[in-house]
């Protein structure tokens, strides 16, 4: 005898139990707050300092680190790291944080990419540089709407401006005003809003 809707029954549990799922409930509560199922291949350095919003996407294979100690100090850190809704982050990202971090709602930051408010020293002629210490040079804010091209290395303590463009590899170490598109190595200005005539205008302006 056939049981009506447990098929349909069937298939909604089997959609819903998925292992992210799963994961994310047994581990939600090792972040400072989770709203978003994440994939469970996206690997993260002390989440109890990482605060995830809702409608969050991260791709697999990424590495979200919230950095506290450096190699010769213990607790030589304290980091935090923001994802507010809707950010969508791509397969391969390399986020780095001991100073702090923001990335705010509906940015999207594509694959392969690198954010780091961190460096290694490397003064000592005599110590390989794995073992120098490291160094902030945070916050960093990446505001909502920006676009983050493929490849693309975001380094420093620096804004990226509100809807504003990294092109694909650039390399940013300084500010972004808002609505621009920039790129190269390092990254300039190639493209402005003007506010007063409602259009896109080229440039190629250093930042």
């Known amino acids: 005898m056939k049981i009506p809707y447990l098929g349909f029954v069937f298939k909604y549990v089997r959609n819903k139990l998925t292992l992210d799922r799963v994961h994310h409930f047994l581990n939600r509560h090792r972040f400072k707050r989770l709203e978003s199922v994440i994939s469970r291949k996206v690997e ?32 030589a850190f304290d980091p935090w790291i923001e994802i507010q809704d809707g950010v969508s982050i791509g397969r391969f990202a390399h986020i780095t944080v001991s100073n702090g971090l923001i990335i705010e709602k509906d940015a999207m930051i594509t694959e392969g990419v690198l954010i780091s408010d961190t460096i290694h020293g490397y003064e000592d002629i005599h ?72 259009s896109w205008i080229k440039c190629r302006e250093k930042l």
């Open 44 to 75: 993260f350095k002390n989440p109890e300092r990482i605060s995830i919003g809702k409608g969050v996407v991260i791709r697999p294979y990424g590495w979200i680190a919230a950095m506290i100690n450096d190699l010769p100090v213990k607790n």
């Open 127 to 198: 110590q390989p540089i794995i073992k120098q210490r490291m160094f902030n040079r945070g916050p960093i804010r990446i505001r909502e709407g920006a676009w983050i091209g493929n490849g693309a290395r975001i380094v420093g303590s620096l804004t990226i401006g509100r809807n504003s463009v990294v092109g694909a590899n650039a390399y940013v170490d300084k500010d972004v005003p808002d609505y621009c598109v920039v790129g190269g190595i390092p990254a300039m200005i190639l493209k402005r809003y003007d506010t007063q005539t409602g």
